[in-house]
């Protein structure tokens, strides 16, 4: 069965640092996978997916993941925090049954 | 990009009765929608799937007789709260799907209080 971890429950940066949200998947095929992020009492915004195209998958807002098959992981990083980006991240696989299942998520806290 | 919507945001209601939450794509036609449970400062749950003019597949454990799902239209699903209780309250978050595309579009989620 398809499933994601995400390695770390919070994740705490300052603002104009890297960050870096770690997930791990497992799947017994080449996986679609997902980032969505959750603003407070706030629907989810897809941030990037990742279908098997490009291993390094640019998405909205600066962020970015890579697909290591080796390393069954697609974790997200950004160049520079912002306060803005403070809020819950969600790693994602597709089932295959076009079924989406969610990681326990990453709450991110930003500080100045 | 794709935009869902959900009505009401926020809805707050006595035992027992029903509470019917719609969830809506406005500038496509999604051929599935998706709903979804998130408890407090936890992951979502899939509840059920529908696809437009069938009946939902239910995930194990949720019950449909309590949780009415209606996909009636490619631009309009609901779901209905029946005899809503206490332990029914949460943030329900619907997605849609159009049917080409991989990618599901979520409503920004509606959060049910049963007094």
């Known amino acids: 069965a398809q499933s994601v971890t995400q390695l770390d429950s919070h994740v705490s940066v300052s603002e104009g640092t890297p960050v870096l949200l770690r997930c791990n998947y497992s799947s017994s095929y080449s996986p679609s996978l997902f980032w969505y992020v959750q603003h407070p009492n706030k629907g989810l915004q897809l941030l990037l997916k990742y279908t098997s195209a490009a291993t390094l998958v640019k998405g909205i807002n600066g962020f970015e993941a890579e697909f290591k098959k080796s390393e069954t992981s697609f974790h997200l990083t950004k160049p520079s925090a912002h306060m803005s980006d403070a809020a819950e991240y969600f790693c994602v696989v597709n089932t295959g049954f076009q079924k989406l299942v969610f990681g326990t998520g990453t709450r991110l806290l930003v500080s100045p | 990009g794709a935009v869902v919507s959900q009505h009401p945001s926020w809805v707050i209601c006595k035992s027992g009765t029903s509470v019917k939450i719609e969830c809506r794509s406005l500038?496509?036609?999604?051929?599935?929608m998706f709903w979804y449970r998130q408890f407090p400062k936890q992951s979502l749950m899939l509840m059920a799937t529908s696809n437009e003019g069938s009946k939902a597949t239910y995930e194990q454990g949720v019950e449909k007789d309590k949780f009415l799902i209606n996909h009636a239209s490619l631009t309009l699903s609901t779901l209905t709260v029946t005899s809503a209780h206490p332990e029914d309250s949460s943030f329900y978050i619907c997605?849609?799907?159009?049917?080409?595309?991989?990618?599901?579009?979520f409503g920004p989620g509606t959060r049910l209080l049963v007094l």
């Open positions: 500038d496509f036609q999604a051929t599935t």
């Open positions: 997605s849609a799907r159009e049917s080409s595309l991989e990618t599901q579009y």
